[in-house]
């Protein structure tokens, strides 16, 4: 198997959250990586198990069971929430953040004109 098909199928076994807790800016780059040898196939921190799947396809031979706990394999974690909700939540935190930032900067910068006008 050529390796741009081996990335193509580490890929789909991703969550493709994106999120870059394997320590690479996306799920692409991080199958990429895997397959050049330069991650290990249990890099991804939102489906760790995944790496059974993705060192079967990188052609890499790993124990049956690691640390004494049994394998699970799934498409899918069992009640996650799709990509899309994560994002639209934390496009939603992202901006009730924003909004506490500016509140906090506004507060400060009157105080500055309180204390400026006082002295």
Do not use: W
């Not at 990335?7 to 692409?28: A, D, M, S």
């Not at 939102?46 to 394999?73: C, E, R, T």
């Not at 934390?90 to 506490?100: A, G, H, Q, W």
Request: with cysteine; aromatic share 8%; glycine share 8%.
């Amino acid at each position: 198997m050529k390796d741009r098909e081996k990335i193509r199928q580490i890929y789909e076994v991703l969550p493709k959250l994106n999120c870059g807790l394997c320590g690479f800016t996306n799920c692409g780059h991080f199958a990429r990586a895997v397959v050049e040898g330069k991650a290990s196939p249990f890099g991804c921190k939102q489906n760790p198990l995944s790496g059974y799947k993705i060192s079967d396809i990188a052609g890499m031979k790993v124990p049956a069971y690691h640390y004494g706990l049994q394998p699970v394999f799934t498409s899918k974690l069992a009640g996650a929430p799709a990509p899309q909700v994560l994002r639209k939540e934390v496009r939603e935190l992202t901006r009730s953040v924003n909004d506490v930032l500016s509140r906090i900067e506004n507060l400060k910068s009157r105080r500055g004109r309180e204390y400026h006008y006082s002295n």
